[in-house]
């Protein structure tokens, strides 16, 4: 990235010496000397300044009043600003730093000097949009949750009339397979109407857990059973137009799991996988044991949750910065790049661990391990969990 410094200085001779000082500087930033505050002040409306070099002592606007204009525009009140003086009075440097100058240097400068205060200043400059930018996805996370809360309040409307209606449905199949002949033809229907109701509130059940606000209490839980549970969920999120496979192991695997959580992380990412495969590919969640976690867990019994997709994968650049708070691969305003930060923050507050691999044109493989359920990872007791006898 190219920085743009503007040096502002009313005598030509001192910007010719500052222009011969820092022509090893010409490829680092993009220079503009000029000579008059005013055409400073166009500059500055039609160009993006990082960092000002003002004299103090100019004639018709000194370094104070440009100062000021900058500070006070909306557009320039964020420019790192220097200024370069001869006079020794301390009243117009504290009006300078009142008025948000960045750092003040003595005439005649030197080059170390006048390099340095620079550096400082665009290192400030960098941070500042840093932290701007942080502060924009923070806000645009903010809406997102807001307008997720009125989602969730309308579904939760929806969901329990859409529970009354299954409810019905299945009391009148009961009813009528009660009504029937033991040989009639239509009881496999009947059947056939119950088994899809009941699966319909498993999925109505299972919105209704993880829309509700709860505390992320960890509970001993087989893992194996609260995976496949959710598979019917994982399905709907799943475009047709892709190939879905799961191989969930049989033998149960108890953990201690917040199962919100554990979806959170599980529906999080499959949708990753959905968005980088666009309409067509194939995905894959496989649940198995593993003796062999990753060389940062503790050896013990884990359980490995695979999510695989054949999308467009990612450089190992990207895959080395894809847990990064804010970090994002999706254009902007598609994305916040929370989603992997948090996965990443729920592992490790279940004692596991995630990792990523990653082959451009090949996809992307993400395996979480959770380790088996024990004194050492159990949460801690509460007051209220005590039993007197």
């Known amino acids: 990235m190219t920085y743009r410094i503007l040096f502002v200085d009313d005598e030509q001779n001192v910007l010719d010496g500052l222009k011969r000082m820092l022509r090893d500087k010409r490829g680092v930033w993009e220079m503009i000397f000029v000579n008059d505050p005013l055409e400073a002040l166009s500059w500055m409306e039609d160009t993006a300044i990082d960092v000002g070099v003002f004299d103090f002592n100019m004639p018709g606007m000194n370094g104070l009043k440009l100062l000021e204009k900058v500070k006070s525009a909306p557009h320039t009140r964020d420019m790192e600003i220097i200024l370069l003086t001869g006079n020794e009075d301390s009243t117009l440097k504290r009006q300078g730093l009142d008025l948000g100058t960045t750092d003040l240097l003595n005439k005649p400068v030197q080059k170390e000097d006048l390099v340095a205060r620079i550096n400082s200043a665009l290192r ?8 701007q930018q942080k502060n924009d996805l923070l806000e645009q996370q903010l809406i997102k949750a807001q307008k997720m809360e009125v989602v969730g309040v309308m579904a939760a409307g929806a969901v329990h009339d859409l529970n009354n209606i299954i409810s019905h449905i299945s009391a009148y199949a009961t009813l009528a397979l009660m009504n029937l002949e033991s040989n009639s033809e239509a009881r496999e229907k009947l059947r056939k109407i119950e088994d899809i109701t009941q699966h319909a509130g498993m999925v109505v059940r299972q919105i209704v857990n993880f829309s509700r606000n709860q505390e992320s209490a960890r509970i001993r839980t087989d893992l194996s059973t609260l995976i496949r549970d959710h598979l019917a969920l994982i399905r709907l999120a799943v475009p047709k137009t892709i190939t879905f496979e799961h191989r969930i192991a049989e033998t149960p695997f108890e953990v201690y799991a917040n199962p919100t959580e554990i979806y959170q992380v599980l529906m999080n990412l499959t949708v990753n996988a ?93 395996q979480v391990f959770f380790p088996a359920a024990s004194a050492q990872n159990a949460p801690p007791v509460t007051q209220s969990e005590f039993i007197l006898g």
């Open 124 to 131: 400030m400059r960098h941070y500042h949009r840093e932290l």
């Open 274 to 366: 959905n968005q980088a495969m666009g309409r067509k590919g194939s995905l894959t969640i496989t649940l198995e044991d593993q003796t062999l976690p990753p060389q940062h867990l503790q050896r013990g019994s884990y359980m490995c949750l695979t999510v695989r997709d054949t999308g467009p994968g990612m450089s190992a650049e990207t895959a080395g910065r894809i847990f990064e708070p804010m970090f994002t691969t999706k254009a902007p305003g598609e994305g916040t790049g929370l989603g992997l930060s948090v996965v990443q923050r729920i592992v490790e507050n279940h004692h596991g661990a995630i990792t990523v691999d990653s082959t451009p044109g090949v996809g992307t493989c993400f």
